[in-house]
């Protein structure tokens, strides 16, 4: 499900080729505070996401065109995981990056969203989707580094 949205962010975020699914992963997890701040492509200086904190569990992502985003993250076999909620059409939608921080450089990489042929049906289906595939190669794709404000 495409959105026409414009910008690298909003591009990453929006327009791409990460797993997607009505169902999210479980938000248990507190918030990462480092995560917290403005990032930056290096290349594109107008393009960037303010992430703040929504409550002790979610972020809230603004990205350069002002558009707004509610996630949370997951770690899973320890990999970080962004559940990125949306709505597209009128239907809520979870898409999933995985994100690195190090130093003052976060790198998000989409879940790629071929490693899965069929919809979810359970909130548990996508977990052990995750659980199953999350260690191969080419789980993770087309990664993009941000540098902090």
Do not use: H
Not at 36 to 54: A, F, L, S
Request: glycine share 4%; proline share 2%.
């Amino acid at each position: 499900m495409k959105k026409k949205i414009y910008g690298l962010l909003i591009l990453f975020l929006t327009i791409s080729c990460a797993l997607e699914s009505k169902f999210g992963l479980p938000n248990d997890e507190k918030i990462n505070n480092e995560l917290i701040g403005v990032w930056y492509d290096g290349k594109i200086p107008n393009e960037y996401v303010i992430i703040k904190q929504n409550g002790e569990m979610k972020y809230k992502l603004i990205l350069s065109d002002s558009t707004e985003l509610i996630s949370y993250s997951k770690k899973i076999k320890g990999f970080n995981i962004l559940n990125v909620k949306s709505d597209y059409k009128g239907t809520k939608i979870n898409t999933f990056y995985r994100f690195e921080l190090k130093n003052d450089t976060l790198e998000f990489s989409e879940v790629n969203k071929d490693m899965r042929k069929v919809d979810f049906n359970t909130q548990n289906e996508l977990i052990e989707f995750f659980n199953e595939n999350i260690d191969k190669k080419e789980f993770f794709i087309n990664p993009v580094k941000l540098i902090r404000k």
